[in-house]
């Protein structure tokens, strides 16, 4: 089955941090860039962070430079978010993606509040 799952979402106090983790199958993952996006309430979905195929090359929305950086393990066909200092506008639903495919995760949410 091609699927992708999230995981390692939940609530952090601003300033603290957060791994996401992204689990694929069904296809053959170290062949493919990939992708974070997250989506706010009452906002569009917007790319958070993407990683080539070797994961050497990555970019990064300007908001979150600096502060989240993304990974992936081919050998695990697992690609990773590490948030940190995480603000309240981080909030939102995170998911992965790979664009080739139009394959989406069921998204995991993160809420960064006190």
């Known amino acids: 089955q091609v699927q992708l799952v999230e995981s390692g979402g939940g609530l952090v106090q601003p300033g603290g941090s957060l791994r996401l983790s992204c689990a694929a199958s069904?296809?053959?993952?170290?062949?493919?860039?990939m992708n974070w996006y997250r989506q706010a309430p009452g906002r569009e979905r917007a790319m958070v962070a993407t990683?080539?195929?070797?994961?050497?090359?990555?970019t990064y929305l300007d908001s979150v430079k600096g502060r989240f950086t993304v990974s992936r393990d081919n050998a695990k066909n697992t690609v990773y978010l590490q948030m940190n200092n995480l603000k309240p506008d981080d909030t939102a639903v995170y998911y992965c993606n790979v664009n080739l495919l139009n394959l989406w995760g069921q998204g995991t949410q993160v809420t960064v509040s006190s």
């Open positions: 069904g296809f053959t993952f170290r062949n493919y860039r």
């Open positions: 990683v080539s195929i070797g994961g050497t090359i990555s």
